[in-house]
C-alpha cells in the first residue's frame, strides 16, 4: 500500500472531508471556526464562514452541504485538540451550507426541548432524511451525554434515536441501507443499529441503554473518531492515539490497520474515479492526506 501523499498543510484540526466530482475536497477546519476548499494543486481558500466549531460534512439531495456543527471549544497553545466549550458556547447545531455560495442557515439546534450540545458526524439515507451524531461537550469536571439522531434537510423533523451514548462520533450507513454504524470515541467501540425504516431504530431490549450492538473495540489508549463504509462493507474507521486507519468487516473482524503520520488521522472519504482515493485529515498536524485504499469507498447517496 503506498504512503499517504500530503495534499495541504497549515489547516486548524481539519475535520469532514468531502470529495467533490470537480477534484477538490471540501473539509471543516474546527480550530478556525471555518469550511476550507482544498482544490488538487494543495491550495486552500474559505468555502463557508460557519463560526462555531464545524466538523461533519455530507452533500444532501438537494446538492446544498449539510454541516455539524459542535458550537466551538476552547483551544491552548501548543495543544491541537479543544479543550473543552470556547467561552461563547451555548449549543451545537446542523447547517446547511449553499453549494455555490457557501452560506449557512442553521437548521437545528435543539430536539425535544433539550440543545444539541456537539453535533458531529453525519450520513444521509436513500429517503433524504439523515442520521447525526453528537459527541457531547467536555467539561472540566463532567460531560454532557452524546446520542444519535435523525432529521430531514429541510428543517421540519428531528427525532432521538439513541441516548444516551457515551461519545458516538462518526456514523455511516451499510451498503443495503438497513444498518447503521456509529463510532464511540471513548471506549474505541464500532457500534451497529439494525434500521427499521427512515429514521427508525430496531428498539432495545434486555438492559442495552439504546438498541446497537458492539460489533468491533480496540485495546490500549486507542479511541474512535469518525468512519467510511467501503463498496464491500467494511468500515473504515479514523482511530486516535495510535494514528491508524483501521478497517473493520461487519462482523468485526480486523482487517488491517493502516499507519498515518499523525497521532490524530480524524476522518477518511473516497473520491477520484473509481473511489479508491482515500482523503485523510490530519488532525494534529494540521493537513490533507491522499492514498490509494485497496478496495473502493462506498457511493454515498447524493454525493
Given at each position: 500500500m503506498e504512503e499517504v501523499r500530503i495534499l495541504a498543510t497549515g489547516l486548524g484540526f481539519p475535520e469532514g472531508p468531502v470529495a467533490m466530482p470537480?477534484?477538490?475536497?471540501?473539509l471543516t477546519e474546527i480550530r478556525n471556526n471555518r469550511c476550507s476548499r482544498v482544490t488538487p494543486d494543495g491550495k486552500v481558500s474559505l468555502f463557508s464562514a460557519t463560526g462555531g466549531g464545524p466538523n461533519g460534512l455530507a452533500v444532501g439531495p438537494d446538492g446544498a452541504l449539510y454541516l455539524c456543527n459542535n458550537g466551538g471549544s476552547r483551544y491552548v497553545e501548543g495543544v491541537s485538540m479543544g479543550q473543552g466549550p470556547h467561552p461563547d458556547y451555548k449549543f451545537g447545531s446542523v447547517q446547511r451550507l449553499d453549494r455555490t455560495t457557501g452560506a449557512a442557515t442553521t437548521l437545528y439546534t435543539s430536539c425535544d426541548g433539550h440543545n444539541l450540545s456537539a453535533p458531529n458526524d453525519l450520513v444521509f439515507d436513500s429517503q433524504g432524511?439523515?442520521?447525526f451524531t453528537d459527541l457531547g461537550?467536555?467539561?472540566a469536571r463532567h460531560r454532557d451525554h452524546g446520542g444519535v439522531y435523525y432529521a430531514l434537510p429541510d428543517g421540519s423533523k428531528i427525532v432521538t434515536l439513541a441516548y444516551p451514548m457515551l461519545s458516538p462520533n462518526g456514523c455511516g450507513?451499510?451498503?443495503?441501507?438497513?444498518?447503521?454504524?456509529?463510532?464511540d470515541t471513548e471506549g474505541a467501540r464500532l457500534w451497529a443499529f439494525d434500521v427499521e425504516g427512515p429514521g427508525v431504530l430496531r428498539k432495545p431490549t434486555g438492559h442495552a441503554p439504546?438498541?446497537?450492538?458492539?460489533?468491533?473495540g480496540m485495546p490500549g489508549p486507542a479511541r474512535f473518531d469518525?468512519?467510511?463504509?467501503?463498496?464491500?462493507g467494511n468500515i473504515a474507521v479514523a482511530t486516535l492515539t495510535t494514528g491508524m486507519i483501521t478497517e473493520i468487516s461487519p462482523a468485526g473482524a480486523i482487517i488491517r490497520e493502516v499507519k498515518m503520520p499523525d497521532i490524530y488521522p480524524t476522518n477518511i472519504c473516497f473520491?477520484?474515479?473509481d473511489r479508491r482515493t482515500a482523503y485523510i485529515t490530519l488532525s494534529d498536524s494540521g493537513r490533507l492526506g491522499a492514498m490509494q485504499w485497496?478496495?473502493?469507498g462506498l457511493k454515498l447517496n447524493y454525493a
Amino acid at each position: 500500500m503506498e504512503e499517504v501523499r500530503i495534499l495541504a498543510t497549515g489547516l486548524g484540526f481539519p475535520e469532514g472531508p468531502v470529495a467533490m466530482p470537480d477534484g477538490s475536497v471540501i473539509l471543516t477546519e474546527i480550530r478556525n471556526n471555518r469550511c476550507s476548499r482544498v482544490t488538487p494543486d494543495g491550495k486552500v481558500s474559505l468555502f463557508s464562514a460557519t463560526g462555531g466549531g464545524p466538523n461533519g460534512l455530507a452533500v444532501g439531495p438537494d446538492g446544498a452541504l449539510y454541516l455539524c456543527n459542535n458550537g466551538g471549544s476552547r483551544y491552548v497553545e501548543g495543544v491541537s485538540m479543544g479543550q473543552g466549550p470556547h467561552p461563547d458556547y451555548k449549543f451545537g447545531s446542523v447547517q446547511r451550507l449553499d453549494r455555490t455560495t457557501g452560506a449557512a442557515t442553521t437548521l437545528y439546534t435543539s430536539c425535544d426541548g433539550h440543545n444539541l450540545s456537539a453535533p458531529n458526524d453525519l450520513v444521509f439515507d436513500s429517503q433524504g432524511g439523515f442520521y447525526f451524531t453528537d459527541l457531547g461537550k467536555r467539561y472540566a469536571r463532567h460531560r454532557d451525554h452524546g446520542g444519535v439522531y435523525y432529521a430531514l434537510p429541510d428543517g421540519s423533523k428531528i427525532v432521538t434515536l439513541a441516548y444516551p451514548m457515551l461519545s458516538p462520533n462518526g456514523c455511516g450507513l451499510s451498503p443495503d441501507g438497513k444498518t447503521l454504524y456509529v463510532a464511540d470515541t471513548e471506549g474505541a467501540r464500532l457500534w451497529a443499529f439494525d434500521v427499521e425504516g427512515p429514521g427508525v431504530l430496531r428498539k432495545p431490549t434486555g438492559h442495552a441503554p439504546h438498541g446497537g450492538r458492539v460489533i468491533a473495540g480496540m485495546p490500549g489508549p486507542a479511541r474512535f473518531d469518525s468512519l467510511a463504509v467501503l463498496e464491500n462493507g467494511n468500515i473504515a474507521v479514523a482511530t486516535l492515539t495510535t494514528g491508524m486507519i483501521t478497517e473493520i468487516s461487519p462482523a468485526g473482524a480486523i482487517i488491517r490497520e493502516v499507519k498515518m503520520p499523525d497521532i490524530y488521522p480524524t476522518n477518511i472519504c473516497f473520491g477520484g474515479a473509481d473511489r479508491r482515493t482515500a482523503y485523510i485529515t490530519l488532525s494534529d498536524s494540521g493537513r490533507l492526506g491522499a492514498m490509494q485504499w485497496p478496495v473502493p469507498g462506498l457511493k454515498l447517496n447524493y454525493a
